[in-house]
């Protein structure tokens, strides 16, 4: 059950003894530049795409097919230009599950640290290093099953985000999901609740 949460948000778990390579000199963030990238993520956010659980389905014995996925992420400060809060729910087994994501920079090790709570559900942890020249965030990640999940997230620019992911267990692909985040402008908001 665990393991399929974690296929469901496509979170990268990181076991916590695990480390993190440092990123090279060139794609260090300056504080400047880890300031700006939180700040261009506050707002509301819609986010649609499709995830796919690879495999066949237990109840029909028919391969899976991918899933549209539609919701709202809601990012604030949780301290202003050093750390991001992300409020957003996620169906699981047919159930709303409010999830708080906590997104902050480890400056030592060059990474961006996230982590993710879901009621009723243990924290994930995701460790994702900045690629300055193509704006783009490039998680890897182990999970505790020694699955093996490795994610995007581009920025396009102040209003959009492209987000990719993919895990692996035992060299097979058994999940995917693309995602896009639209910021939601003021005048949206009636329109999109």
Same mark, same amino acid.
Do not use: C
């Given at each position: 059950?665990?393991?399929?949460?974690?296929?469901?948000?496509?979170?990268?778990?990181?076991?916590?003894?695990? %480390?993190?390579?440092?990123?090279?000199? &060139?794609? %260090?963030?300056?504080?400047?530049?880890?300031?700006?990238? #939180?700040?261009?993520? !506050?707002?509301? +956010?819609?986010?649609?795409?499709? $995830?796919?659980?690879?495999?066949?389905?237990?109840?029909?014995?028919?391969?899976?097919?991918?899933?549209? *996925?539609?919701?709202? +992420?809601?990012?604030? +400060?949780?301290?202003?230009?050093? $750390?991001?809060?992300?409020? #957003?729910?996620?169906?699981?087994?047919?159930?709303?599950?409010?999830?708080?994501?906590?997104?902050?920079?480890?400056? %030592?090790?060059?990474?961006?640290?996230?982590?993710?709570?879901?009621?009723?559900?243990?924290?994930?942890?995701?460790?994702?290093?900045?690629?300055? &020249?193509? +704006?783009? #965030?490039?998680? %890897?990640?182990?999970?505790?099953?020694?699955? &093996? *999940?490795?994610?995007?997230?581009?920025?396009?620019?102040?209003?959009?985000?492209?987000?990719?992911?993919?895990?692996?267990?035992?060299?097979?692909?058994?999940?995917?999901? &693309?995602?896009?985040?639209?910021? !939601?402008?003021?005048?949206?908001?009636?329109?999109?609740?």
């Amino acid at each position: 059950m665990k393991y399929f949460l974690v296929i469901l948000m496509a979170l990268p778990l990181m076991r916590a003894d695990e %480390k993190t390579p440092s990123p090279p000199a &060139k794609n %260090k963030v300056t504080p400047k530049q880890v300031a700006d990238l #939180f700040a261009d993520d !506050i707002g509301r +956010w819609k986010v649609e795409g499709k $995830s796919h659980l690879i495999g066949l389905d237990p109840k029909t014995g028919l391969p899976r097919k991918p899933v549209e *996925e539609k919701g709202i +992420w809601v990012i604030r +400060w949780k301290v202003q230009g050093k $750390s991001t809060e992300a409020l #957003f729910t996620a169906k699981i087994n047919n159930k709303d599950v409010p999830f708080v994501g906590l997104k902050e920079y480890d400056a %030592k090790q060059g990474v961006f640290i996230l982590r993710m709570k879901g009621e009723g559900f243990p924290e994930g942890l995701s460790r994702e290093i900045y690629d300055v &020249k193509t +704006w783009t #965030f490039h998680g %890897k990640s182990v999970h505790p099953d020694g699955a &093996k *999940e490795e994610s995007t997230f581009q920025i396009i620019d102040r209003n959009k985000r492209l987000f990719e992911t993919h895990v692996k267990k035992d060299g097979k692909v058994v999940f995917t999901r &693309k995602a896009t985040f639209t910021r !939601i402008i003021q005048d949206q908001l009636d329109g999109d609740n």
